[in-house]
């Protein structure tokens, strides 16, 4: 705390001279103009009262920490306790302002808080003013109150054209905004009408692609069916012809005989698996829930697979299922699934193994994995796989069989039986098919 200046308030003069102080006091600790008027205009309220109670005395000082112009009147006799009209208005003209009466006297304390703590220098240069100077007669300060209110209508006046410039400005303000937003809500609008159009035209588009689905699925379904008689009797009569107790044929009529036989077997594989694709896609393919028997599903799997045989060098392992797993599913189909990866891996594998791991995947889960050590599915067609017709051209690809449409058939059948199927697969080192179901599906009604 710095001590600024000291003064006495006993006669009617004193109260122009605090008014004065006041003003260069708060000059001083660097209050703008606005703020020395307040301060004056505070302490010539409070002097007046403090004057009819007997007089008082003055300390006004600068308080560091937050800095901070402090004003003390200390009074000589007592103050009424009730706020007064005075003090009232002197607290609306500083930051703080309170009053405590101890033994017959009072004391006010108000504060103004400062922009910076004030320069000492200045300080110095008014105490040493002050106790040169003496203060101004009242008409002096009655000219320098009068200097500040007009300073004040001058001020108010400027305060209310800037208050009615920018009234205007915002009116403008706010019709532009309003022209804006019936502007935004016009577009909003059409752009509303433009979705609601596209959807619409989606949802049509949506429903003749399920009709062409469908049509297609039924063509597929009634031609592959229209075909299998044909080619079950072009099998049929080409081993009869080639059959020891027909008619000896020349060796070029076997070769030939034989690729008729080859060739209708061949398109047969094709029309079985479309048509099974075909009844999968039209949903004609209702699964028949039991409890499976996974010792036996897995051996009879051991068993076909062991007919079609695998290359020289590779290995098929099918490991036994984990003791006690309970799964319920479509038997034929889940056995479908399982053969199609396993004929897959068996076909691209050229040495290592193909192996099948039946476990448990959580509390309702069950998975079969189908690892193989294969030639593998570069990263980017390992979606297009199970595409219907997809298969990748390579040299292996090349020498084996095949329709395409295993994938895509063991996927949808996955699908049904509430699961599905992922692939994970490394070019040259082999593939991973995971295909997951639960083990009692929801679609069960027992
Ligand atoms: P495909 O009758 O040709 O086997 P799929 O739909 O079963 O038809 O498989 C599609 C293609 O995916 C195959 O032609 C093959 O290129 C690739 N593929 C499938 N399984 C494997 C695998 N285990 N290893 C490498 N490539 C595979």
Redesign the pocket.
């Known amino acids: 705390m710095t001590e600024v200046l000291r003064s006495a308030l006993r006669v009617e003069p004193d109260v122009f001279a605090l008014r004065q102080r006041g003003r260069e006091v708060a000059a001083a600790v660097g209050l703008d103009g606005q703020d020395q008027v307040r301060i004056a205009t505070a302490l010539s309220e409070l002097g007046r009262e403090l004057l009819a109670a007997g007089g008082a005395d003055v300390l006004m000082s600068v308080l560091d920490g937050p800095p901070a112009l402090a004003i003390e009147l200390r009074s000589i006799g007592p103050l009424p306790d009730a706020a007064t009209p005075a003090r009232a208005a002197a607290a609306r003209l500083v930051d703080t302002l309170a009053v405590a009466h101890a033994d017959g006297a009072a004391v006010v304390r108000l504060a103004r808080r400062l922009p910076a703590l004030p320069d000492p220098a200045a300080l110095a240069a008014l105490r040493a003013t002050v106790a040169t100077t003496v203060p101004a007669t009242p008409l002096d300060e009655l000219a320098a109150q009068n200097e500040s209110l007009i300073a004040a209508l001058d001020e108010v006046r400027r305060q209310r054209n800037d208050l009615t410039r920018l009234n205007a400005e915002l009116q403008e303000t706010n019709q532009g905004v309003l022209v804006l937003y019936g502007q935004l809500s016009a577009e909003l609008e059409e752009t509303n009408r433009g979705v609601v159009a596209l959807y619409a035209e989606l949802d049509d588009k949506t429903a003749q692609l399920r009709a062409a689905s469908a049509a297609k699925s039924r063509f597929l379904a009634n031609i592959s069916h229209e075909l299998r008689a044909p080619l079950t009797a072009v099998i049929g009569l080409s081993r009869m012809l080639t059959d020891h107790a027909s008619d000896p044929l020349s060796a070029d009529q076997v070769t030939q005989v034989t690729l008729i036989h080859d060739s209708a077997r061949s398109l047969l594989v094709l029309v079985n ?1 479309l048509l099974d694709l075909a009844k999968a896609e039209a949903g004609h393919l209702e699964p028949t829930w039991s409890d499976i028997d996974l010792v036996l599903l897995l051996g009879q799997l051991r068993g076909t697979l062991r007919a079609i045989g695998t290359r020289p060098g590779v290995e098929l392992v099918i490991e036994d299922p984990p003791a006690g797993l309970a799964v319920r599913s479509d038997e034929a189909l889940l056995g479908q699934v399982l053969r ?2 396993l ?3 068996v ?3 050229e040495r290592g193994e193909v192996r099948l791991i039946c476990a448990a995947d959580g509390p309702d889960g069950v998975t079969f994995t ?1 690892a ?1 050590t ?4 570069p990263a980017d ?1 390992q979606d297009r ?2 595409e219907d017709f ?3 051209r ?1 040299e292996l ?1 090349a020498t ?11 996927r949808r059948l996955a699908g049904i039986l509430g699961g599905g199927i992922t692939v994970a ?1 490394t070019s040259g080192a ?2 991973t ?1 995971t295909v997951r179901l639960p083990r009692s599906p929801a679609a069960d009604p027992t």
């Open positions: 698996d199609n990866l004929t897959n891996g076909k691209f594998t189908v193989d294969g030639i593998g599915i067609q796989i199970f997809y298969q990748i390579g690809q084996v069989t095949g329709t395409g449409l295993g994938l895509p058939y063991a697969s082999g593939s098919f």
